[in-house]
């Protein structure tokens, strides 16, 4: 503020005398901190207001994730109470079958319980079943060669009989070893007939009865061919039917000198019975040279021999043929000797009884 004193107009004026400026007063310092705190307060608020925008925005995405995340977990629960489902029923199947399972195993292991009973049982006499059973086997064969001579059959009874008793390897059974092995040796040894070549001959007998001529058949005869003549030669003509006259007269009656009697002349219905009646009685004959039935075999033969004797044509080849090849079969002998195995019986025999005193 100006306090000097106003002039008088017209005056000149009169320069008052510089005076130095005092210093300015210094400012308050309040302000200047209020201001800094004014900035520092707005620049907190923008912070905080983008904090809390940015927390506002993560906080969205967090719970937009855990919507998404949530909603996923519903699915993978739904599926999971559904395979828990589908479990609860496997492990149901699953103890069902594992009751059946140990329902069957307690039946397997009272049948195993029964069996290890029953081959305790078995092994205490294990011997005396053994011995029945070869003594039963031994049986067999005998049946064999007495009933049928099948030697082969027999031999394949005492080999199985002989392979038992060596796989059971007790020194008790080596004299009934020695004896079956005796009786093998002698049935191997015997001659043999050859059943096979025999029954193929025979059967070619068989195939030719149809074509075998019946006794007191009619044959047949080509005629003479004619003599071929002129057609102007009456005389030659003449002559030729004189001859055939002639002849035709002569086989009105014939007057044969025979030895033997004839065989009859059989009407067709007989002549078929006939053929059927030879053809079963050779194959019945094959059947028993099958068996080896020698007996029988050869009574069969020799009745189809009368039959072809009585009832064909003697003199034809087919025939003869035909009664040589029977004659020749009955005479093939089918066996040498009987056949046993009393070496094997006896010893079998012997045993029980050594047995049976030593257990009495």
Do not use: C
Not at 127 to 145: F, G, H, N, R, S
Not at 158 to 164: C, K, P, V
Not at 306 to 335: D, G, I, V
């Amino acid at each position: 503020m100006d306090t000097s004193e106003p002039k008088p107009r017209g005056e000149p004026p009169i320069e008052p005398a510089v005076a130095p400026e005092p210093p300015a007063p210094p400012r308050a310092p309040g302000m200047g901190w209020r201001l800094l705190q004014l900035v520092l307060i707005a620049a907190a608020l923008g912070a905080s207001g983008w904090v809390w925008y940015d927390a506002k925005q993560r906080a969205g995405a967090t719970q937009a994730d855990l919507e998404r995340r949530l909603s996923g977990m519903e699915g993978e629960a739904r599926e999971a109470r559904a395979v828990a489902r589908a479990s609860q029923d496997t492990v149901r199947d699953l103890q069902a079958k594992l009751a059946q399972l140990e329902g069957r195993l307690a039946d397997t292991q009272g049948q195993q319980a029964a069996l290890e009973s029953l081959y305790q049982s078995l092994s205490r006499n294990s011997d005396d079943w053994q011995i029945a059973e070869i003594e039963q086997v031994l049986a067999i064969a005998d049946q064999q060669l007495q009933l049928t001579g099948n030697t082969k059959a027999a031999l394949i009874a005492l080999q199985l009989a002989e392979t038992r008793l060596a796989r059971a390897d007790r020194p008790q059974f080596q004299a009934l070893r020695r004896a079956i092995g005796r009786d093998i040796e002698r049935l191997k040894s015997l001659p043999t007939a050859d059943l096979v070549g025999m029954s193929r001959r025979l059967d070619a007998v068989i195939a030719s009865i149809d074509t075998l001529p019946l006794g007191g058949e009619a044959r047949a005869e080509p005629p003479a061919p004619a003599a071929r003549g002129g057609a102007g030669d009456a005389g030659e003509a003449l002559k030729r039917f004189g001859s055939g006259l002639w002849q035709d007269l002569k086989e009105l009656v014939v007057v044969r000198r025979v030895g033997a009697p004839e065989p009859p002349l059989l009407p067709a219905p007989q002549a078929y019975y006939l053929r059927e009646n030879l053809r079963l009685r050779l194959l019945n004959a094959r059947l028993e040279l099958v068996s080896r039935h020698h007996a029988a075999f050869v009574h069969d033969l020799q009745v189809s021999r009368n039959w072809l004797t009585r009832y064909y044509e003697r003199e034809a080849p087919a025939t003869r043929e035909a009664l040589a090849e029977l004659q020749a079969l009955e005479e093939t002998p089918l066996r040498a000797e009987p056949l046993s195995i009393s070496d094997s019986l006896d010893a079998i025999r012997a045993f029980k009884a050594q047995r049976e005193r030593a257990s009495g």
